[in-house]
C-alpha cells in the first residue's frame, strides 16, 4: 500500500471467523478472502478492492446525461415510425455519477466480469450513499419536472415521485451472467434502493424485466434489436413511478427498452440512475465526418 494510504475495502487480517448461520458457501467465500490476494479493480494497488482514489473518481458530481443517449430521444410519429424529437428533449432524466474512462471503467469492467464479493460490496455501498443524495428535500431549491434544479448551483435530484413508492428495476442481463453471480445491475439496484430507503423514499426492488435480444455490437441501427429485445417477465407488474437502473449509459438503447416494457405494463419511468456514462456516440461519427472531409480540401 502507498504510505498511510487507506483502501476501502481491505482484508481483515485479524483471522477468520466462522459463522454457522453464514452457512458453507459463505465459509468458503471469507477463507477466499484471507487465501487469495487482492487488489483494486481500477488501478491495481494491493490488498484493497477499491483505494480511495479510484472510489473517489467513480463517486463524481451527478450529472443527467440523458441528452447523450440518443435513443432516449427517440418518439413514435403517428405512421408508428421512430424519429428523433427536434428538442432533442430525452423521454425522462439520466444520473450518472462519472464518465466512462479510466479508472473507473476498469473499475467496472472487472467487476463486470468476475465474481468479486468485496468489490460488489465496496461499489453498492459507494452507490447506495451517492443515490441518496438524489433524494428531493422539502427545504431543497425548486425542481423542475425532469430533475434539474431552476439553480443551476443547486444539486440534481430526482423529480418529484409522489405518494406510493417508487419500484427500483434492474436493467435486464443474460441468464448466463445471472446464474453466475455477475447481475451487476441487480446488486446495483439493490443498493439503490438502499439509497433511496436511507432518504425516506418507499422503494422496492423488482427484477421485473428480461431480455432476449441479441447483444448490440455498438452500432446505433444493431442497438435497435437490443431495444425491441426488452419485456416484462411473465406475472410481473410495476408501479406508477418507476427508476431504471444500470452500470452504463451508452447508446440509451437499453434504457429505451427497459422503458417501452414499463409502459407497456402500465408503470411510468420517472428516471434512471447509472454508474458511468460513455460519450455521445454521435460525436464520433461527426469527428469522423469532419476529419474526411478535411483531408478531402487538404489534397493537391
Known amino acids: 500500500m502507498r504510505g498511510d494510504h487507506v483502501c476501502t475495502s481491505s482484508l481483515n487480517r485479524g483471522g477468520l471467523k466462522h459463522n454457522r448461520s453464514m452457512g458453507v458457501s459463505g465459509y468458503l467465500a471469507e477463507l477466499a478472502d484471507v487465501v487469495f490476494p487482492r487488489w483494486c479493480a481500477g488501478c491495481g494497488e494491493w490488498d ?3 483505494c480511495d482514489p479510484c472510489a473517489a473518481a467513480l463517486a463524481g458530481p451527478w450529472r443527467d446525461v440523458a441528452v447523450q443517449a440518443p435513443y432516449l430521444q ?9 424519429r428523433y424529437a ?5 423521454r425522462f432524466p439520466v444520473f450518472a455519477m462519472a464518465p466512462y474512462e479510466l479508472p473507473q471503467r476498469g473499475v467496472v469492467l472487472t467487476w463486470k466480469n468476475t465474481v468479486n464479493r468485496g468489490l460488489t460490496e465496496a461499489i453498492c455501498a459507494l452507490f447506495a450513499q451517492r443515490v441518496e443524495e438524489l433524494v428531493p428535500r422539502a427545504d431543497s431549491r425548486k425542481v423542475s419536472s425532469s430533475g434539474r434544479p431552476e439553480d443551476s448551483s443547486a444539486a440534481l435530484q430526482l423529480p418529484a415521485l409522489g405518494k406510493g413508492g417508487v419500484d427500483v428495476v434492474p436493467a435486464p442481463s443474460r441468464f448466463t451472467r445471472i446464474h453466475d453471480g455477475r447481475f451487476v ?8 434502493c438502499e439509497g433511496l430507503q436511507a432518504g425516506g423514499i418507499e422503494a422496492r426492488y423488482n427484477a421485473a424485466l428480461r431480455s432476449r435480444g441479441a447483444r448490440g455490437d455498438g452500432l446505433l441501427a444493431a442497438r435497435r434489436s437490443k431495444t425491441r429485445g426488452i419485456g416484462l417477465k411473465r406475472g410481473s407488474r410495476v408501479s406508477h413511478s418507476t427508476i431504471v437502473v444500470d452500470d452504463v449509459v451508452t447508446t440509451g438503447a437499453t434504457l429505451a427498452g427497459a422503458a417501452n416494457a414499463i409502459e407497456g405494463g402500465g408503470g411510468h419511468v420517472v428516471a434512471a440512475i447509472v454508474l458511468l456514462a460513455a460519450r455521445d456516440p454521435r460525436d464520433t461519427g461527426r469527428a469522423n465526418a469532419h476529419n474526411v472531409s478535411r483531408s478531402q480540401r487538404d489534397k493537391p
Open 86 to 90: 427536434p428538442s432533442f428533449e430525452s
Open 185 to 192: 445491475a441487480g446488486s446495483l439496484a439493490q443498493a439503490a
Open 48 to 50: 484493497c478492492f477499491l
Open 74 to 82: 427517440l418518439v413514435a410519429s403517428p405512421e408508428g415510425t421512430e
